[in-house]
């Protein structure tokens, strides 16, 4: 179970309140729990041991088991009793931290396999299973007024670990440099460390695109996407916020509405004050739009990942079996800038087939041949192979493509079914639909309840009353006349038996 400094704090001084001795802790530990108290914490003053003690119960998953035996142990102490008293939050909450550890492990794992950037198709066998494919990373690093280093093949967590930079990091880059794919890897390492220590905060990811209301602080939306997103309980939501339970991972910030960008850098920053937060913080962004900003966030440092050289695109290439690709982009200079960012390089690889290089040469702008690769990339995709019926390609794209305006409408990035709104709806005749739904169903409920009880009354009365009364006297009158009988068998047996005595004492 993991506690918060508040509740570490109150079970120690519990403890050590009711266990004033190093031998009193150690006999109630080796009676209750048959455990050694100074093979788990070793040496030092009683404030220490105690420290220790409860470190090694939550790291070891056996906290609730602690403090059921001091109890048991000191029934009579008014800390332990308080503390007791509590456990049932204490249960609820470790119940709600597993739980959100395990989405967001699914989460991660999940993106992670459907990213572009860490998946790559065969092009010569569609059946072939995706090859997870560790792309050739190059960064540049600025803690502080220090110049950029550049880094070769870093890992994210290195960077993240670093003392100066103590887990409070900003990743910036160009659109498809893999800033999202970056900020998920460093998510997967620390829902590892989450795992293998339930002491350890747990990593929880944050589109910023989320962010509707520019009064609203990001302590109060961290609680409300607890809440949406994963289903936590607001109190429960505002517990781990407020404790620093959790690692905010944010991504999106470039997603926003221009003119709220900057708004929710100055949130953001309110959020860091020491006052606020000391736990990591981790902010991805798009360079070109965070360096308009006037109010650049308190972190400690920026990483900065830098588009791929010529030599890494070879590389990439060649590690998943597509060099024949190669002289195509080497000769194309268009074709060979597009390689540099990870993303587009991914969808080129995936779509070559569907590719004339003689019509990309044939388009005047960057923007067209984006376009015809995107166009070559869907097409692609469509002819995939299902295990179930295909839909048809034209319904997909018309669906992806309705989907894609309402996310845009309403500046978000990521689908949630339980987000759907039926403000989306577009045709008349959908929204009448919905309407005769909604009031249906609402209709149905309110009668059924209102019109059950009250008819399941009158009736229920009525019914009572008249089947009471028929049942009452029929079954009186059968009774009446059944005792009647009785008494008049039990009469005539007796006068029988006196009558026979007399006459055959006479005759």
Not at 363 to 369: A, H, V
Not at 393 to 419: C, D, H, M, V, Y
Request: proline share 4%; aromatic share 8%.
């Amino acid at each position: 179970m993991g506690l918060s400094g508040r509740q570490r704090k109150e079970l120690q001084s519990a403890l050590v309140d009711a266990f004033p001795t190093k031998s009193s802790l150690e006999q109630m530990l080796s009676f209750e729990l048959d455990k050694n108290l100074e093979a788990i914490t070793g040496e030092g003053n009683l404030e220490k041991i105690v420290f220790n003690l409860i470190k090694r119960a939550e790291t070891e998953g056996w906290t609730l088991e602690l403090i059921s035996a001091a109890c048991r142990s000191n029934p009579g102490n008014p800390k332990l009793q308080a503390i007791s008293k509590s456990r049932s939050e204490f249960t609820s909450r470790d119940n709600v931290q597993k739980l959100l550890l395990k989405q967001v492990s699914t989460e991660v794992i999940s993106r992670l396999e459907q990213s572009l950037h860490n998946r790559i198709y065969i092009v010569q066998d569609v059946d072939k299973n995706p090859e997870q494919i560790e792309l050739p990373w190059s960064s540049e690093i600025k803690v502080g007024s220090k110049p950029k280093v550049h880094l070769t093949n870093t890992e994210i967590t290195a960077v993240y670990d670093q003392p100066e930079i103590d887990g409070r990091l900003l990743i910036l880059g160009q659109p498809g440099v893999g800033k999202t794919t970056m900020l998920l890897k460093l998510a997967e390492e620390l829902v590892n460390r989450a795992k293998d220590d339930s002491a350890n905060p747990i990593p929880v990811l944050f589109s910023l695109s989320s962010w509707k209301n520019d009064n609203q602080s990001i302590k109060d939306w961290l609680v409300d996407q607890l809440k949406d997103k994963y289903g936590v309980r607001k109190d429960i939501g505002k517990q781990l916020v407020d404790n620093q339970e959790i690692i905010p991972l944010f991504d999106g910030l470039d997603e926003l509405a221009v003119e709220r960008q900057e708004k929710c850098v100055v949130k953001i920053n309110e959020f860091l004050h020491p006052c606020n937060w000391s736990n990591p913080v981790v902010v991805c962004s798009r360079i070109e739009e965070y360096q308009r900003y006037e109010a650049l966030l308190q972190l400690n440092n920026s990483l900065e990942l830098c588009p791929f050289t010529s030599q890494q695109v070879y590389q990439y290439l060649q590690r998943t079996e597509n060099l024949q690709l190669w002289d195509s982009i080497s000769q194309d200079a268009d074709l060979n800038q597009l390689t540099r960012t990870p993303l587009l390089l991914n969808i080129l690889v995936l779509s070559f087939q569907e590719i004339s290089i003689q019509t990309w040469q044939q388009f005047q702008s960057s923007e067209e041949r984006l376009s015809y690769l995107f166009d070559a990339y869907i097409e692609k995709m469509l002819k995939r192979l299902y295990k179930e019926k295909r839909p048809k390609p034209e319904n997909t794209k018309r669906w992806l493509g309705w989907l894609a305006q309402q996310l845009i409408k309403e500046s978000a990035t990521e689908f949630l079914i339980e987000r759907m709104q039926p403000t989306w709806l577009i045709k008349k005749h959908h929204k009448v639909v919905y309407s005769l739904i909604i009031w249906g169903v609402t209709g149905g409920l309110i009668n059924g309840l209102i019109f059950g009880l009250i008819n399941g009354l009158i009736f229920g009365l009525i019914n009572g009353l008249i089947f009471g009364l028929i049942n009452g006297v029929s079954f009186g009158l059968i009774n009446l006349l059944i005792s009647r009988l009785i008494n008049l068998l039990i009469s005539g047996v007796i006068f029988g038996l006196i009558s026979g005595l007399i006459f055959g004492l006479i005759y």
